[in-house]
């Protein structure tokens, strides 16, 4: 189905994003 397709790549920007800032952002970890 096309939302789970839409929901899975969400998802994946949002840990690529959040993986991007930890490693951009590593003093506050």
Do not use: W
Not at 5 to 27: K, R, T
Request: no cysteine.
């Amino acid at each position: 189905m096309a939302f789970d397709m839409i929901l899975g790549g969400a998802v994946a920007i949002a840990l690529l994003g959040f993986l991007v800032y930890v490693l951009f952002h590593p003093e506050r970890f």
